[in-house]
Structure formats: C-alpha cells, structure tokens
C-alpha cells in the first residue's frame, strides 16, 4: 500500500514538473519604454502646445474610434464595416475643448522619407470619416524650421469661424477704432511700414 502511495506521489511531481516545462514564458513580459513619442513626434507636439495650447487640449495617437461614433439610422452591417475599419486608424493630434473635452480638430505628420513614408498617401477613408462628423483635418509635411506662430496660422485657416472667435488673441499692437474680424485687434486707418519678415518655412500642408 505504501509502495502504491509513494508511486502515485512520483507521477503526480513528474506530471507537474512536465506541465511547467510545456508553459509558455513569463506572462508578463514587459519592461518601460524609452519615450513614448519619436523625435518628431515631440518636435511637433511642442509646436503645438506653444501655438495653441491656451485654448485647447492637445492629445496624442487618438484612435479614430475615440473621436467618432455611428450615426443612429446607420444599418447593422455599414456600422461594423465602418467601426472596424475605424478601429485600425490613428490620429497623430487630436485638439479637445478645454471646457468639454470634445474634439474640434485632427493634425496628421506626413513624412515623404523612407521606402512607403509616413501617411504620405492621403487615407480617403479618414478624411472621409472626419469630414461627414465636421472634424477639421489637417496634414503637415514634417521638415525643419516651423515655428509656433506657423502652425497657429495653418491651423486657425481650418477651423471653422464660431472656433476663431473663442481663440486667444494675440497681443495687442496699438489702439485704433476699426476692429480685425478674425483676431478682434484694433486694425489700422492707414497703410503701415513693417520691418516683419515673410517666413521663408511657412507651414506646408500634405
């Protein structure tokens, strides 16, 4: 009877010793990342932030799916063809309002570099998504030189006229009785001298 108990016992650290050798690795196998953005990605997330970030909350790698929803009367397989298709798409910046977080415009990089680039092909299904919730989207071409006061002009040129009034002027120039529709500054009577330069990068949509 002993015998029997002792043999059993051995199969059963034999069997459990079997089971571990046949387990997968650890199941977590993670460690931190070095930086969550690229290079570029950070270059540009600064650019923003300095052109806007007073009047919006900047988000970064927003899945489409985050931002949009399917309209109520769409039918059932529409609604999980376009929620799939949705769901593998990416936005590099989204701008949220601060007041409810609800998203106002979409900024994509487009890298030309590299054998297929990055987005350099226009994704029409994006751009078709985006268009039909009235979501501003704009495409910048990645080079050197921007500046913050660029990327603040490309895109107020986006965003729809009820948006522009509610941005932060800039600072004031001088007092005068006629009024810049867009910046709500005082406009001068007459024809000025200006010693500003013209940009030599202005900002370069895709």
Excluded: W
Excluded at 79 to 97: G, M, P
Excluded at 122 to 129: E, H, L, M, N
Excluded at 143 to 170: D, M
Excluded at 182 to 202: D, E, F, H, M, S
């Amino acid at each position: 009877m002993e015998l029997g108990i002792i043999l059993m016992m051995l199969l059963i650290i034999v069997a459990v010793a079997a089971m571990k050798l046949n387990e997968p690795g650890i199941a977590f196998p993670f460690k931190k990342k070095g930086n969550l953005f690229t290079p570029v990605e950070r270059t540009f997330l600064a650019l923003i932030d300095d052109a806007v970030g007073k009047d919006y909350r900047i988000l970064c790698r927003v899945r489409m799916n985050d931002i949009l929803s399917i309209r109520q009367s769409t039918n059932k397989k529409t609604s999980i063809s376009a929620t799939t298709r949705a769901s593998s798409k990416h936005l590099d910046f989204v701008l949220c309002s601060k007041q409810d977080m609800s998203p106002v415009m979409a900024i994509d990089l487009v890298h030309m570099k590299g054998k297929d680039g990055y987005k350099s092909q226009r994704d029409y299904f994006v751009s078709g998504a985006l268009d039909a919730a009235n979501i501003p989207h704009v495409r910048i071409k990645v080079r050197s030189g921007y500046t913050a006061a660029q990327i603040r002009e490309c895109i107020h040129a986006k965003l729809p006229k009820p948006q522009l009034k509610q941005l932060s002027p800039p600072a004031s120039q001088g007092k005068s009785a006629l009024t810049n529709e867009l910046t709500g500054q005082p406009k001068p009577t007459r024809p000025i001298r200006t010693n500003k330069t013209v940009p030599r990068n202005p900002v370069v949509p895709a």
